[in-house]
T-cell receptor
Framework: QKEVEQNSGPLSVPEGAIASLNCTYS??????FFWYRQYSGKSPELIMF????GDKEDGRFTAQLNKASQYVSLLIRDSQPSDSATYLC??????????FGAGTRLFVKA | GAVVSQHPSWVICKSGTSVKIECRSL??????MFWYRQFPKQSLMLMAT?????????EQGVEKDKFLINHASLTLSTLTVTSAHPEDSSFYIC????????????FGPGTRLLVL
């Protein structure tokens, strides 16, 4: 069974700190990796995707992928209270499905 | 980025009635669309995957006769909750995949269903 694992949290960080969210996946053939943010009562919105080993930066967000370790992470620099949400890791393994993790709840304290 | 719309955003209905929810990809063609359900404080639960012009593939435990899915075109999928009951009250979210490159999935804003 293909799986995507995330720590459910909550992860609590002070405003201005770096929040580090982690995700592991089981299928070595996974091709693309996504991070979504979901505010309470809203649908998920795409933050960024990554498909090559290494880092990818977009503003305050950096996605890191290590295919050898089957590990993908999201760093949020200068965390703001508005970043408080549930962050979903998703993995496209080919075929029709993208597998979603259960999400990590992040709280940024003002 | 790509935009997915859902209609209606809110629906309240009486027990026993049927409700149709529309999902549209506005600026791209979606070869594959997905329907999710999410209860309060719980994770997304995939209900079914639909491909344009073919029958939907339902996840285990999801009743296909109760949740009818039609993917009539590359930009439109519909979910009909037949004979809705209070336990069907939930947040229904569709998503569409662009079929390009990294296979990004874009979510609609969701439809909140309340069955009285």
């Amino acid at each position: 069974q293909k799986e995507v694992e995330q720590n459910s949290g909550p992860l609590s960080v002070p405003e201005g700190a770096i929040a580090s969210l982690n995700c592991t996946y089981s299928d070595r053939g996974s091709q693309s990796f996504f991070w979504y943010r979901q505010y309470s009562g809203k649908s998920p919105e795409l933050i960024m995707f990554i498909y090559s080993n290494g880092d990818k930066e977009d503003g305050r967000f950096t996605a890191q992928l290590n295919k050898a370790s089957q590990y993908v992470s999201l760093l949020i620099r200068d965390s703001q209270p508005s970043d408080s949400a549930t962050y979903l890791c998703a993995v496209y393994t080919g075929g029709f499905k993208t597998i979603f993790g259960a999400g990590t709840r992040l709280f940024v304290k003002a | 980025g790509a935009v997915v719309s859902q209609h209606p955003s809110w629906v309240i209905c009486k027990s026993g009635t049927s409700v149709k929810i529309e999902c549209r990809s506005l600026d791209f063609q979606a070869t594959t669309m997905f329907w999710y359900r999410q209860f309060p404080k719980q994770s997304l639960m995939l209900m079914a995957t639909s491909n344009e012009g073919s029958k939907a593939t339902y996840e285990q435990g999801v009743e296909k006769d109760k949740f009818l899915i039609n993917h009539a075109s590359l930009t439109l999928s519909t979910l009909t909750v037949t004979s809705a009951h209070p336990e069907d009250s939930s947040f229904y979210i569709c998503s569409a995949r662009d079929g390009q490159g990294v296979e990004t999935q874009y979510f609609g804003p969701g439809t909140r269903l309340l069955v009285l």
